[in-house]
């Protein structure tokens, strides 16, 4: 019985023994589960990092292009200021002002600007219509003796301040037509009116030769708009 006692001691040990090397590798293998996760988690911010490198790059690059172009631009641009060429005209090139385009206001050929087109605004011209108050009996016999059609026309802009006053819009376009000896027939395009709604206001005046005086017969008004047109009350305005 005593040699059977002695030896339950030892057994005891060994167990003990197999069990802290199983705690051993368990710890082990913890260790290693938390250091793959940790290079896991730091490949991962990596690769996030080097994704955001490359569209930096790309920001950069498109960048680097946009600079290059606008260099590029003000170089032609200085290049036009020394040599003296003029800028290109925002018509077609082969306008003039013949036929019904004696009637045309240019500007309205003129690309929408970037505010414009962001706003829905579409340029729109009136149709021509009756100048009521403008061919007076008392202009034609006040100024009763005119000898030419140029000279009834420039007297008429000088009494609606037109010549006076430049500062009210950016531009004034005189055309005439001679249709026949006593008859002549003028335009007189204002564009660039300090007004939000209405961009220009256009004259066609009817000239003719009475007794060696020239009068005027009829003047028309045509209205261009630069939000486009309403109606009220049946009549079409500018918005």
Same mark, same amino acid.
């Given at each position: 019985m005593k040699r059977f006692a002695g030896f339950v001691p030892l057994s005891l040990l060994i167990l003990t023994g197999c069990a802290g090397d199983n705690e051993d590798n368990q !710890?082990?293998? !913890?260790?290693? &589960?938390t250091q793959s996760s940790e290079e896991a988690a730091l490949e991962e911010e990596i690769a996030l990092l080097e994704a955001e490198l490359e569209d930096v790059e790309a920001e950069r690059n498109e960048l680097l292009d946009q600079v290059a172009d606008l260099e590029q631009e003000l170089g032609e641009m200085a290049d036009g200021e020394e040599t003296g060429e003029e800028a290109p005209s925002p018509f077609a090139d082969d306008w003039t002002p013949h036929g019904d385009r004696?009637? &045309?206001q240019v500007w309205m050929y003129q690309e929408q600007t970037e505010l414009e087109a962001d706003a829905g605004f579409e340029r729109e011209s009136l149709d021509w219509r009756d100048a009521f108050g403008e061919a007076s009996e008392t202009f034609n016999e006040t100024h009763g003796d005119l000898a030419t059609a140029e000279s009834l026309l420039y007297t008429w802009l000088g009494e609606r301040n037109m010549l006076e006053h430049p500062d009210s819009f950016d531009e004034l376009t005189v055309r005439m037509n001679h249709q026949e000896d006593n008859l002549a027939e003028a335009v007189v395009l204002k564009w660039g009116l300090r007004d939000d709604a209405i961009a220009g206001e256009d004259f066609? +005046?009817? +000239?003719?030769? *009475? &007794? @060696?005086?020239?009068? *005027? !017969? &009829? *003047?028309? #008004?045509? #209205?261009?708009?630069?939000? @486009?047109?309403t109606e009220m009350d049946g009549e079409v305005l500018c918005q």
């Open positions: !710890a082990n293998e !913890a260790d290693q &589960d004696f009637y &045309d066609r +005046l009817t +000239l003719e030769e *009475i &007794d @060696g005086s020239w009068e *005027i !017969a &009829d *003047i028309e #008004v045509r #209205v261009h708009c630069r939000r @486009g047109t």
